[in-house]
């Protein structure tokens, strides 16, 4: 992959990083201003990292895409990057140009959510058991 098509994934990633986390830190300032009561839990909210609080604060997909783009920007960094984490096959550009967090190539991401599919119904079978 030509390294002007890298830098410019890289933009990208770094663009959405960006967006992700400016909304955390606004959220977590309204938060702030809203809860005026000290916490309860003071020494656990001190020991708090920041990685839990970022963590609840995005929400659990946002918080997968951060994980992604963080990945991404790694893999940029050791050259692995459009390399689909499965099968090792080049991610096809025009889905990176789409999704530059991209993970996996289209094959493995198909096989990997029908997996998921499954494991949910599965556990959905399990719940509606107790
Ligand atoms: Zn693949």
């Known amino acids: 992959m030509y390294s002007e098509k890298i830098s410019s994934y890289m933009s990208q990633l770094k663009e959405i990083r960006k967006n992700l986390l400016g909304d955390v830190e606004k959220n977590i300032k309204s938060s702030q201003e809203e809860n005026t009561e000290p916490m309860a839990d003071i020494s656990d909210g001190a020991a708090r990292s920041y990685t839990s609080e970022l963590m609840l604060n995005l929400g659990e997909q946002d918080w997968q895409k951060l994980k992604l783009v963080d990945e991404a ?18 991610i096809p550009e025009a889905r990176l140009d789409v999704m530059p967090f991209a993970q996996y190539c289209v094959e493995c991401l198909s096989k990997i959510e029908s997996e998921e599919a499954t494991n949910r119904t599965r556990v ?3 719940e509606g058991n107790i």
């Open 124 to 126: 959905e079978e399990i």
């Open 73 to 90: 920007l790694e893999k940029i960094n050791s050259g692995e990057y459009g390399i689909c984490s499965l099968c090792n096959d080049p």
